[in-house]
């Protein structure tokens, strides 16, 4: 038993060594730890007592409508279902990896009439005639996988499955993102376009006041033309965030999977946005993001199935040994068919060295080492990305806090001048351009306090999104 121990070793290594040399091609990427990276100080105000988003973080904006949208985009959105078609596809490779690390076993028989050369090597009574040639065959094979190429292949395969259902989520979360968000301009479009109509029936009133005066003989025509001017161009920009609505209704369609006649049955938006909710991050913000971000999450088993493809080629320099086996049964004519003398069986042991490749398998292993470092660096990348996309929303949401304070002091302001500036030319104490300038102050304003508002709204997707939106995922 020693002597035939050693034998196998001594084979083993004349083997190894008269294998292709591999070089000293390594992977040249450093994966990034999140820790590594300074939050910064839009980062610094993470609490313990802020949670992470909730799986269906847009009902914090109390919209049943909005619910709704999303959930049907979710079932029937497309482009979402062709995610989930790539991740069937990932499983189905997965299965055919799984396959070369098992014994395979094949089946086959045939029958065929021939008619023999009278003037060959067959002998009488088939020279010159025909006979049914008759065979039946079972074989089987099994690659021994010494070195675990195959369970390698498979690894891969199997990160690419994580790495496609990472990408669906983020798809996923990408759609629930872009809703949410055409939501919010739907509403703000509603909003601007109310703001348009107020101001329009003011200067409408003021009008009707001007020719009144200008009949008693108060008012001259240059100021019944003056805001009569103003008229057509309030009209245009009333008709403008019509076709902004109408638009937007139509790509919510769309994004819903559905067609423009949907669109046209989605009503005005009803937001609320609790004050103050989520206007934070976790304090196990660096962490945990790397857990939570889809797009990180995929990024990670692409690295991981880069590094198993790493391995596979390195073992393509070693030898393979292959075991295959036959049994069955073959005869000329019928007759003797199922006759023990017509069995026939064979084992096949076979292995193969590389030994000279002209570089094939170290330009293989070189290729597959630059994959790895492509999807490492790919993934520093997005961890990076990550980490900005938070902190941009963070700083948002803290500067429209104070956009907020300063539109409601700007707002309050210019309805003080509206009504001093109406006061004053009803009792002939002003004349009609300083009606229109604080008019159109008040129209600033007010669209620029609902923009604000939106602001608000729209940070408040982007942090959600931007934190992963709390979508579930086996990041291991």
């Not at 992470?52 to 919209?63: K, N, V």
């Not at 189905?92 to 021939?114: C, F, H, I, M, Y």
């Not at 003037?119 to 088939?126: F, K, R, V």
């Not at 949907?262 to 004050?275: C, K």
Request: aromatic content about 4%; some cysteine; glycine content about 6%.
């Amino acid at each position: 038993m020693k002597k035939r121990a050693s034998a196998t070793v001594v084979i083993a290594t004349v083997l190894l060594a008269a294998c292709a040399d591999m070089g000293k091609v390594q992977p040249q990427a450093v994966q990034l730890k999140s820790t590594e990276l300074h939050p910064g100080k839009a980062l610094s105000a993470a609490s313990a007592n802020v949670a992470w988003p909730d799986e269906h973080w847009w009902e914090a904006l109390h919209d049943a409508q909005l619910n709704q949208l999303v959930n049907t985009a979710l079932s029937d959105n497309p482009s979402l279902r062709a995610t989930l078609a790539r991740v069937r596809q990932a499983e189905a490779l997965a299965g055919v990896a799984k396959a070369a690390t098992l014994p395979r076993v094949d089946a086959s028989a045939s029958a065929d009439r021939e008619l023999y050369s009278a003037h060959s090597t067959i002998p009488a009574p088939l020279a010159g005639n025909y006979a049914w040639k008759n065979t039946a065959t079972l074989s089987g094979s099994y690659d021994l996988d010494l070195w675990g190429r195959n369970r390698d292949a498979l690894a891969a395969a199997l990160d690419e499955v994580h790495m496609a259902a990472a990408e669906s989520q983020m798809a996923r979360l990408t759609l629930e993102t872009s809703i949410v968000r055409s939501y919010i301009q739907l509403s703000l479009a509603y909003a601007l376009q109310d703001s348009v109509a107020d101001n329009l029936a003011q200067r409408q009133r003021i009008l009707e006041i001007t020719r009144r005066r200008k009949a008693a003989g108060l008012a001259s025509d240059i100021e019944v033309t003056s805001i009569e001017t103003t008229l057509p161009a309030g009209r245009r920009e009333h008709e403008q965030y019509g076709e902004t609505i109408a638009l937007l209704r139509n790509q919510l369609a769309a994004l819903i999977g559905k067609g423009p006649g949907d669109g046209d049955t989605i009503a005005r938006p009803m937001l609320a946005l609790q004050a103050g909710a989520h206007d934070a991050v976790p304090a196990s913000l660096p962490a945990e993001l790397v857990g939570r971000r889809p797009d990180i999450v995929a990024q990670r088993w692409r690295v991981e199935a880069a590094g198993a493809r790493i391995e596979g080629a390195k073992k393509d320099f070693y030898p393979n040994l292959n075991l295959a086996a036959f049994v069955g049964m073959q005869s000329l004519g019928f007759g003797h068919f199922l006759e023990a003398g017509s069995q026939m069986r064979g084992i096949t042991p076979a292995i193969s060295l590389p030994v000279f490749e002209g570089g094939r398998l170290r330009s293989q292993l070189s290729n597959q080492t630059a994959i790895y470092d492509g999807a490492v660096e790919q993934y520093n990348a997005t961890v990076i990305q990550a980490m900005s996309d938070v902190a941009n929303a963070v700083v948002k949401m803290a500067s429209v806090r104070q956009q907020d304070q300063l539109a409601q002091r700007a707002l309050e302001s210019a309805k003080r001048q509206q009504q001093l500036a109406e006061r004053a030319y009803q009792a002939g104490l002003t004349d009609t351009l300083n009606v229109i300038n604080a008019q159109l102050t008040l129209l600033n304003e007010q669209q620029q306090m609902a923009q604000v508002a939106s602001k608000q709204l729209d940070n408040f997707a982007l942090l959600m999104s931007a934190l992963g939106g709390g979508i579930k995922l086996d990041s291991h």
